[in-house]
């Protein structure tokens, strides 16, 4: 596995978004938790909301900022994934 390892849905060349894939897994682990847990909070609290705004540009700009912090959570959670497996096989 490359040290760097650029974020999912970056559309170029040069990525400049990198995931240190040497970072401690609590590290990555942290990480990866508090992007889930905001965009998880969020979500809770729009569904709890009685009068959200149903406006479809709204909520097709919504879903697309929410999109990022939870891929990247889970870009996270594949490197913890992966090294976790690593130290399985090597030992």
Do not use: W
């Amino acid at each position: 596995m490359n040290r760097y390892m650029p974020i999912t849905g970056i559309d170029n060349n040069f990525p400049s978004l990198l995931i240190d894939t040497q970072a401690p897994v609590d590290v990555l682990h942290d990480t990866a938790a508090y992007r889930i847990r905001c965009v998880t909070r969020l979500l809770e609290t729009i569904s709890l909301t009685e009068n959200f705004n149903s406006d479809p540009l709204l909520l097709q700009d919504l879903s697309r900022v929410l999109v990022i912090p939870l891929r990247d959570g889970c870009d996270l959670m594949d490197v913890i994934g992966r090294k976790l497996q690593d130290q399985v096989l090597n030992a």
